[in-house]
Structure formats: C-alpha cells, structure tokens
C-alpha cells in the first residue's frame, strides 16, 4: 500500500514563503518521478511541478516559474516544494503524486497514486 502524506500548508500574506513536505513510504520512492498538483475551489486540479527519480530533471507550470522549487531526498522518502513570493491566486489545496515512470512528468493521468492534500491560502 502506497502512502503520500502533505504537510507545511497554512495561512500566510502575499509576499511570504512556505515549504510543503510529501512523505512517502510502501514502494521504491527513488525509482519514480513525483510531482505537485493544486485545486483551488471551483477549479480543475491543475500542475505545479514535477521531479524526476533521480531529480535530474524538473518541470515547472508557467505560473510559478522562478517563484516555486521542487525538490527530493530519497534517503528520507520525501520531496518538497519551496513556495516564495506568494500570491492570492496560488491558494488552494496542494496535492503530492507519484508516477508510473521515473520522468518528471507534468501530465496528471501518468500520476497513480496521491496524497490528502494540504490548504494553502494566500491573504492579498
């Protein structure tokens, strides 16, 4: 059984910066790639960013290109996304995902299996 756990969401001011963390555990995390989604209400879920196994390579939507980074530990399981220079418009719920091959894919059908989610909201 594959489990992807959020965390480091919150309430924050534009302007300011989090780290959200997607812990991994039941399968071979480093064979992978991952990647990070985000739904806002009334939205489709939509691509952030994506690593791929070995984070050699990464992916970035246009919309948090030079403000978002993604990265991975795999001797801890986890990746992570650095958020700086934060908006109104990147609050939603941040979801972490695994996929089914090791590329740093930014299409959500090639993601399998995916975390709970964790809120981030953006005061302007």
């Known amino acids: 059984q594959v489990q992807l756990v959020e965390s480091g969401g919150g309430l924050v001011q534009a302007g300011d910066s989090l780290r959200l963390s997607c812990a991994t555990s039941?399968?071979?995390?480093?064979?992978?790639?991952m990647g990070w989604f985000r739904q806002a209400p009334g939205k489709e879920r939509e691509f952030v960013a994506s690593?791929?196994?070995?984070?050699?390579?990464?992916n970035y939507a246009d919309s948090v290109k030079g403000r978002f980074t993604i990265s991975r530990d795999n001797d801890k399981n986890t990746i992570y996304l650095q958020m700086n220079s934060l908006k109104p418009e990147d609050t939603a719920v941040y979801y972490c995902?695994?996929?089914?091959?090791?590329?740093?894919?930014?299409?959500?059908?090639?993601?399998?299996?995916w975390g709970q989610g964790t809120q981030v909201t953006v005061s302007s």
């Open positions: 995902a695994s996929s089914t091959n090791s590329e740093a894919s930014m299409v959500r059908a090639r993601y399998r299996y």
């Open positions: 039941g399968r071979q995390f480093s064979a992978n790639g």
């Open positions: 690593i791929s196994y070995n984070g050699g390579s990464s």
